[in-house]
C-alpha cells in the first residue's frame, strides 16, 4: 500500500504543481464549478467538457452519454484531450460529456501542504471509509446538476477510474450497480481492508435488472508484488475470473493484463482502451 500512495502522491504533486502555475492551461470548451455535498459537507471541485464529433453532429433531441472519472485534479485534461481525439472523427458516437471530480484548491495554503490536503481527501473519499458518502455525492448532488445542465442520457453513464478509483469503481459496482451503465476499473486497489470486495463478491447476488452492461479490469503486468507490496495482478484477475463465474445476465465482464506496464504508465492507455472496450467510446 506504501508504494501505490507514494506513486500516487508524485503524481498528483506533478500535475498539481502545472495545475496552480501562475498561467494554467486552458482546455477549450471546459467548465468548472465547485459543489459542495449535502452529505459530508465537502467541496468538490468538477471540471466537465461536452465533446462533439464534426462528422455526425448531434441531431436534435440528442441526449448525451456521460463519462464519470475520479481524480479529476490528475486525469482530467488527458482524458479530456484523448477522448476528444476519439470523438471528433467519430461517425458513430455524435458526443459525450465527460466530468472529472477533483478538489479545488485552497489558496491560502502552501503548494506542498495542498497537495497533502487534496490527497488525504481522496484516500478517504475512495476507500471504504468514505466511499458511501462520496457515492451519494455523486448520485444526489453531482448527477442532478449536470442532468439540470445538459440534456444527458440517464441510462448510458460510465464510472471510470485508476488505483484507489479502481477500487471505488468496484465498490460502486458491488453497492449500487444500478448507478451506472458501464464500470471500468484500472489498476483497482484490491487490497483495501484486507480484500474486502473479493470477499463481499462472494454474496453479490443482484436483480438482473439492475445489472450494469459491461465491466473491464484492468492491470500492468509490471504491478506485480515484488514491485507494489500487493499482488495487484492476482487480484484484479481473481475479481473478473469470479464474477464471470458469476454469470450474471446482461453483464459483460473483461480482464485485460497490459504488458510492460507499470502502475502509472499504465494510465493512459488503460482508460483509453478501457472506455473503448466497455463502450463509452467508439
Excluded at 498528483?12 to 495545475?19: H, I
Excluded at 479529476?72 to 460529456?97: D, H
Excluded at 460502486?172 to 483497482?188: D, E, G, I
Aim: charged letters at 20%; one cysteine or more.
Amino acid at each position: 500500500m506504501k508504494l501505490i500512495v507514494t506513486a500516487a502522491l508524485l503524481l498528483c504533486v506533478a500535475v498539481d504543481a502545472w495545475s496552480q502555475s501562475p498561467a494554467p492551461v486552458h482546455i477549450d470548451g471546459a467548465q468548472r464549478f465547485v459543489i459542495t455535498a449535502k452529505k459530508n459537507e465537502t467541496p468538490y471541485q468538477i471540471d466537465l467538457i461536452r465533446l462533439g464529433s464534426v462528422v455526425a453532429p448531434a441531431s436534435e433531441g440528442y441526449r448525451l452519454p456521460v463519462i464519470y472519472l475520479t481524480d479529476g485534479n490528475t486525469l482530467f485534461a488527458m482524458v479530456a484531450q484523448m477522448v476528444g481525439n476519439i470523438v471528433s472523427f467519430s461517425n458513430r458516437l455524435p458526443a459525450v460529456l465527460v466530468v472529472a471530480i477533483g478538489y479545488p484548491a485552497d489558496p491560502a495554503m502552501k503548494l506542498g501542504d495542498d497537495i497533502t490536503r487534496k490527497q488525504a481527501l481522496r484516500t478517504r473519499d475512495l476507500s471504504p471509509a468514505g466511499a458511501e458518502n462520496f457515492l451519494a455525492f455523486i448520485e444526489d448532488d453531482l448527477k442532478p446538476f449536470i442532468a439540470g445542465r445538459f440534456a444527458v442520457d440517464p441510462g448510458e453513464q460510465t464510472l471510470a477510474g485508476h488505483s484507489l478509483g479502481g477500487f471505488f469503481s468496484v465498490y460502486t459496482f458491488l453497492n449500487r450497480p444500478h448507478a451506472f451503465k458501464r464500470y471500468m476499473a484500472a489498476s483497482p486497489s484490491l487490497f483495501v481492508n484486507d480484500h474486502a470486495p473479493l470477499k463481499q463478491l462472494e454474496t453479490f447476488a443482484p436483480r438482473p435488472s439492475l445489472m450494469a452492461s459491461r465491466m473491464l479490469i484492468s492491470v500492468g503486468g509490471l504491478e506485480t508484488k515484488a514491485r507494489m507490496g500487493q499482488d495487484m495482478i492476482g487480484d484484479a484477475r481473481s475479481f473478473a475470473d469470479a464474477l464471470q463465474r458469476k454469470d450474471v445476465s446482461g453483464l459483460d465482464v473483461t480482464f485485460h493484463l497490459f504488458e510492460d506496464e507499470d502502475h502509472l504508465s499504465v494510465i493512459p492507455g488503460a482508460l483509453m482502451r478501457g472506455l473503448r472496450a466497455v463502450g463509452s467510446l467508439p
